[in-house]
């Protein structure tokens, strides 16, 4: 399939960076249009040498219609309704949207069913469940959605974006405090992260970032700082590369990172529980096929795969 040229205006913005972020790790060919000088742009510096980067007026008819010239699709940050006029051109296979937490085991499990079902792989897109509905808001395609709240999901369902009747509460998770596995102390109950010099939690608007804050909130712990990770795997890198002291993550992002140590879990009962609901999405390339998926994903074989992985029933 010939690579799609698309054109976003207004990079700048919070979703117009996430769609820019979406269609580069799509491997799509991106132009990005915007008032500011690229310099300015910190949201898609990530991405500088990955897209064409135009300077100029997103309301001039004439610079906007040079910068459309070839462009199969736009998406402007000020006018993402009309985001379904797109042509999604063909996709020859499932794609999954799922929470960061979920990297390898979904990757697995994805695997699996190919398997056992005798079908192309599902391609798997990973990254915080905040940014995850952001790029869906805004028109990006997929199959299947696993969120790692409720939240998200509902807010997703709300507007329409998923098939009410495949909703399906798939997994759990616990929260555990970590430190690099080298450190010379570790903090022995969470009265002692209140004494640390950072701590490194995901964004407060990412699952994992909630449950942590929910968590230090009720039990009355105030850190000295907080630092704010894009996902949950980021704060885990952190505190991997010593970068930070210690950091609260899903027990089972702990278990894939050999950099670190379990210090403590925190109680189930300090925040709200950790759920990862999984559905269709309405305006899915397969449906039939992101619903066998789904089902699979409740199955025998996919349970077995999710508890040795460490997550839990919800």
């Known amino acids: 399939m010939a690579q799609r040229l698309f054109l976003v205006t207004g990079g700048a913005g919070f979703i117009g960076s996430n769609i820019?972020?979406?269609?580069?790790?799509?491997?799509?060919?991106?132009?990005?249009?915007?008032?500011?000088?690229?310099?300015?742009?910190?949201?898609?510096?990530p991405w500088r040498?990955?897209?064409?980067?135009?300077?100029?007026?997103?309301?001039?008819?004439?610079?906007?219609?040079?910068?459309?010239a070839g462009v199969d699709c736009v998406f402007h940050e000020a006018a993402l309704a009309s985001v379904a006029a797109c042509r999604r051109g063909d996709r020859d296979r499932l794609r999954v949207f799922a929470a960061a937490s979920l990297t390898e085991v979904i990757a697995e499990i994805a695997t699996?069913?190919?398997t056992?079902?005798?079908?192309?792989?599902?391609?798997?897109?990973?990254?915080?469940?905040s940014k995850l509905a952001a790029q869906?808001?805004?028109?990006?395609?997929?199959?299947?959605?696993?969120?790692?709240?409720?939240?998200?999901m509902d807010t997703l369902a709300d507007e329409g974006f998923i098939e009410a009747d495949t909703r399906v509460d798939l997994l759990?998770?616990?929260?555990?405090?970590?430190?690099?596995?080298?450190?010379?102390?570790?903090?022995?109950?969470?009265?002692?992260?209140?004494?640390?010099?950072?701590?490194?939690?995901?964004?407060?608007?990412?699952?994992a970032g909630k449950y942590a804050r929910a968590a230090l909130e009720h039990l009355?712990?105030?850190?000295?700082?907080?630092?704010?990770g894009d996902d949950v795997r980021t704060a885990l890198a952190w505190v991997a590369r010593g970068e930070v002291p210690a950091g609260i993550v899903y027990a089972t992002d702990a278990a894939v990172e050999p950099a670190v140590r379990v210090a403590f879990e925190l109680p189930a009962t300090s925040h709200p529980p950790i759920v990862y609901p999984a559905a269709v999405l309405r305006r899915a390339h397969d449906p039939a096929g992101a619903r066998a998926f789904v089902a699979w994903?409740?199955?025998?074989?996919?349970?077995q795969r999710f508890r040795a992985a460490g997550f839990t029933q919800p």
Do not use: K
């Open 20 to 45: 820019v972020e979406a269609l580069v790790r799509r491997g799509d060919r991106v132009r990005v249009l915007d008032n500011l000088s690229m310099g300015n742009l910190a949201n898609i510096a």
């Open 49 to 68: 040498n990955d897209i064409e980067f135009l300077q100029g007026d997103t309301t001039d008819p004439a610079i906007v219609s040079r910068a459309v």
């Open 112 to 114: 699996l069913y190919a």
């Open 116 to 129: 056992e079902a005798g079908v192309t792989a599902p391609e798997t897109i990973f990254e915080g469940t």
């Open 136 to 152: 869906l808001r805004a028109g990006a395609s997929a199959d299947v959605f696993i969120s790692a709240d409720r939240r998200w």
């Open 172 to 207: 759990g998770n616990r929260l555990v405090v970590v430190v690099p596995r080298d450190a010379p102390t570790t903090p022995a109950d969470t009265a002692a992260l209140a004494s640390l010099e950072r701590l490194a939690l995901a964004g407060p608007e990412v699952p």
């Open 220 to 228: 009355h712990v105030t850190p000295r700082a907080i630092v704010d």
């Open 297 to 303: 994903c409740q199955g025998d074989v996919a349970t």
